[in-house]
C-alpha cells in the first residue's frame, strides 16, 4: 500500500478520524495527511500511504484554494462556526464596500493565526491555553492571497451580510483568520461560516473519493483499496527523473552515492531526483550532487 488516496472529506469528522479509517481499511499503520482541515471543514484532504510518508515533506509548500463563506456582525472565539458568537455593532457592511477591501488583501501580508490553533507556544498548544482561559500571544506569520474572487453577495439583512468567496493562498494560511481580518478592516465583526478545500497542490476536490467509496472499497478487499491509490510520486513531476538500474538501486538502498548509467538526466547540481526503477516507479530521492547523486529517502524493497 505505497501511494497518495486523495480523499473528500465531509464536514463533522477531524483529519485524524480520515487518518485513522484509512489505517483500517488499508491495513497499513503508515498513514499520513498533506494538511490538516478543521472539524467543520469539509474538501480535498490527501493521504500519504506506505513510502508516499517519506514524500510528505515536499508537499507541505503546496498552494490551497478554498471556498469560504464570510458572515458578517458577528465574531467568534474561534473565528468561525464552531466558536462562541458575539454580535458586533459597527459600520454596515455594502458588497461595494467590501469588494474595496477584498482587493486590498491580495498579495502578501502578515497574518496573525488564531488564538484556537495548534501552534505551540511555550511548548503549549495555543488551543489548550485558550480553553484554559488563557491568551497566548502568537506571532506573525508571513502568508500570501493570490487570489480573492467575490461568488455571492447576500446583503438581504443588512446587519448580517454574507459574502462567498474563493480563496488561493500559501501554505499556512488561516482562511478563518482572514475572515476575522475582513470584518476588523471593515469596521465590524465577521467569523467563517464554512470552508470548502477545493484544491491542495495537485490534488484537486472534484477527482477525490469519498469515504462512502473508500469503506466501499475496503470491503471489496485490497486489491479494490489498492486500485484507488495514486502512485507515490504523484505531483512530483516537476522534479526530475533518473532510472537505476538494479545495481544501482541496491547500492543506493544502502545509501551509497551512484553514478547512474542512464545518466543525471535535466537536474542541475543540488537539485532533488526522483529515482525510479525498470517499471518507471519510485524508488527513492536523491540529491545531483556533481556526476554523482546522494540517496536521502529510499523505499524499502
Do not use: N
Amino acid at each position: 500500500m505505497d501511494g497518495v488516496l486523495v480523499i473528500a472529506k465531509p464536514a463533522g469528522p477531524t483529519s485524524h478520524d480520515v487518518v485513522a479509517l484509512a489505517r483500517r481499511l488499508t491495513g497499513t499503520r503508515r498513514v499520513g495527511h498533506g494538511g490538516t482541515l478543521d472539524p467543520f471543514a469539509s474538501g480535498v484532504l490527501p493521504l500519504f500511504l506506505g513510502f508516499a510518508t517519506r514524500l510528505v515533506e515536499y508537499h507541505l509548500g503546496d498552494e490551497k484554494a478554498y471556498r469560504a463563506t464570510i458572515c458578517f456582525g458577528a465574531t467568534s472565539t474561534t473565528d468561525d462556526l464552531d466558536g462562541e458568537l458575539q454580535p458586533a455593532e459597527g459600520e454596515t457592511v455594502t458588497e461595494e464596500r467590501f469588494r474595496e477591501t477584498l482587493a486590498g488583501f491580495v498579495g502578501p501580508r502578515a497574518q496573525r493565526p488564531p488564538a484556537y490553533s495548534a501552534i505551540q507556544v511555550g511548548g503549549r498548544r495555543a488551543y489548550d491555553m485558550a480553553r484554559a482561559g488563557e491568551a497566548p500571544t502568537l506571532a506573525d506569520r508571513q502568508v500570501e492571497l493570490r487570489r480573492l474572487e467575490l461568488l455571492e453577495w447576500d446583503g438581504s439583512d443588512p446587519g448580517r451580510p454574507v459574502a462567498i468567496v474563493d480563496v488561493t493562498c500559501s501554505a499556512g494560511t488561516y482562511v478563518r483568520a482572514l475572515a476575522r481580518d475582513l470584518g476588523e478592516a471593515l469596521g465590524s465583526g465577521a467569523y467563517l461560516g464554512s470552508l470548502v478545500r477545493t484544491r491542495s497542490g495537485p490534488f484537486e476536490l472534484a477527482d477525490a473519493t469519498s469515504l462512502d467509496t473508500l469503506r466501499a472499497a475496503g470491503a471489496e478487499g485490497p486489491d479494490a483499496v489498492r486500485a484507488l491509490l495514486r502512485p507515490a510520486d504523484v505531483g512530483l513531476e516537476s522534479v526530475a527523473a533518473v532510472q537505476l538500474t538494479e545495481a544501482e538501486i541496491t547500492d543506493a538502498a544502502m545509501g551509497r552515492f551512484v553514478r547512474p548509467e542512464a545518466g543525471l538526466g535535466s537536474a542541475a547540481d543540488g537539485d532533488l531526483v526522483r529515482l525510479i526503477d525498470a517499471d518507471h516507479r519510485i524508488i527513492g530521492i536523491a540529491r545531483r550532487d556533481g556526476r554523482r547523486l546522494a540517496p536521502e529517502k529510499m523505499a524499502h524493497r
